[in-house]
């Protein structure tokens, strides 16, 4: 039926993403898209275009393609929070697009619309369009690379992957996924080339991208004096230990497996063991996600966010509903009603005690929790990342509220009034003790809360004032991260 087309399908996305922006409109930068995008689009911005670079006091090092879109946009259509959502919104369609020109590679339009659905429902891809971060650029163009894997096209690849390595500094893993699963690819698809001979056709296809990752590390190196670690992030600052390393692949399994997408892996494990035909099929994507899972955790230990592995979890759900094949007609009906739930109860799934992140759309309730915070205060506060940034950078505009001070360069027993939250992750054990001896109120909505704490040695204890206790969930689930040692 015409009605169910892949024009009208892809509509329906367009429909989606148009409902989401209008959503999240006035949100303001949050998180990571502050230090990823934020800093770096005002500052270009600010300098008319004439500069590649971020500040150098706030600079965690990524090429500046998708801040230096944003800028221009900004340039041509004005300096807003909806244009940087639309911009947003826009790169989350063109990853749809890149995703499904991959799909069609091995589904029928049929099955690619199927898959379409089932990525509209997973979680960090929705939390992801509203985020205003480079993750969704640099995912698009590697999905345009893989397509140009399946496709044999060596000049998709070479565009894309290059693109790719001028977005972000995770391409470098990336492009070793991408060289990984050519090879399988190759020498084990169809084509059964030997690896002399890919080696030979694909040398150039992968050393530019490369030369122009290394090109950027270079130039950025000039300007800022510092390669890859910069003094403002100090999570690799060595690389990990075996022990370290262990923990950091438990970490990235989690996040594959997380939110919705465990049925998935549950699935293609039976039909690996059950099924000789479809082995290959899944080495091939096994070769697409471990080795910049691999590498990873040799680089990262605590920021591992799931909003890395999107294009990982796009693929498992394609090559889900690829070998699905093998089910019969009934058993695919119910396994595909089982995974579109599973991930639609994704996006209402919370950890008590575990710090927020920004893979689900949950974080939201932030935004109207602050401002509630932020009038209960008289005095100077205080609090760590993502709250004390500033409001021209995250609103955009300066406001009617008190500027947050960052509380990295104060003591905490030295300043009147703490802002804490399960969206910073900063607080120690230690300073968490010693707020809890301070007046504190709550503000909670969702799975978010926002603690307010004033310093009995500057501020009379506040009428009306009531902390928020954990529940037992909650206190087990922070001893657990303590006895991981996380």
Request: positive net charge; glycine residues 4%; proline residues 3%.
């Amino acid at each position: 039926m015409k009605l169910f087309s892949s024009s009208y399908f892809f509509l329906t996305a367009v429909l989606l993403q148009l409902c989401l922006l209008f959503v999240v409109r006035h949100d303001p930068f949050f998180g990571d898209a502050i230090a990823s995008t934020s800093q770096a689009a005002n500052t270009i911005y600010t300098q008319q275009l004439a500069t590649i670079f971020y500040p150098l006091d706030a600079d965690p090092g990524h090429p500046t393609l998708y801040a230096y879109g944003l800028a221009l946009c900004w340039t041509v259509f004005g300096k807003t929070l909806l244009i940087a959502h639309a911009y947003s919104c826009a790169w989350a369609l063109l990853l749809l697009f890149a995703f499904r020109k991959v799909a069609s590679c091995l589904l029928s339009q049929t099955e690619t619309n199927l898959a379409t659905g089932l990525v509209l429902l997973f979680p960090t891809y929705l939390s992801q369009s509203a985020m205003m971060l480079n993750t969704v650029a640099v995912m698009t163009f590697f999905l345009f690379a893989v397509y140009g894997v399946l496709k044999q096209q060596c000049i998709i690849i070479l565009i894309a992957a290059s693109l790719m390595c001028i977005t972000h500094l995770q391409s470098a893993f990336l492009l070793l996924s991408l060289a990984s699963f050519d090879l399988i690819q190759s020498v084990c698809g169809t084509n059964k080339i030997t690896l002399i001979r890919w080696m030979q056709s694909r040398f150039w296809v992968y050393a530019i991208p490369a030369t122009l990752f290394g090109l950027w590390l270079f130039i950025h190196y000039q300007h800022t004096g510092w390669l890859l670690v910069s003094p403002q992030y100090s999570d690799v600052n060595e690389l990990n230990g075996i022990g370290e390393y262990i923990n950091a692949l438990a970490l990235i399994v989690w996040r594959l497996v997380d939110y919705g997408m465990l049925p998935f892996y549950i699935i293609l494990g039976w039909i690996f063991f059950k099924q000789k035909d479809s082995r290959l099929t899944i080495i091939q994507m096994l070769a697409l996600v471990l080795p910049c899972c691999l590498a990873m955790a040799e680089f990262l230990s605590n920021t591992i966010g799931h909003r890395y592995f999107i294009a990982f979890a796009m693929m498992v759900i394609l090559y889900t509903v690829y070998l699905t094949r093998y089910l019969q007609l009934i058993g695919r009906i119910i396994v595909y009603g089982c995974l579109g739930v599973s991930l639609l109860a994704g996006n209402f799934l919370s950890y008590p005690g575990k710090n927020l992140g920004d893979a689900t759309l949950a974080y939201r309730s932030y935004f109207s929790l602050i401002k509630q915070a932020r009038s209960a205060i008289n005095a100077q506060p205080y609090s760590h990342a993502p709250i004390a940034n500033a409001d021209d950078l995250t609103y955009l505009q300066s406001t009617s509220f008190v500027p947050i001070q960052r509380l990295n360069e104060a003591s905490l027993d030295t300043v009147p009034v703490v802002i804490q939250s399960n969206v910073n992750a900063e607080f120690t054990d230690d300073d968490k003790k010693l707020l809890a001896t301070w007046y504190g109120t709550s503000f909670e909505q969702g799975a978010v809360y926002v603690n307010v704490f004033a310093n009995p040695k500057y501020v009379a204890k506040p009428e009306g004032w009531s902390l928020r206790q954990p529940s037992t969930a909650e206190q087990w689930m922070i001893a657990l991260k303590k006895k991981l040692g996380r």
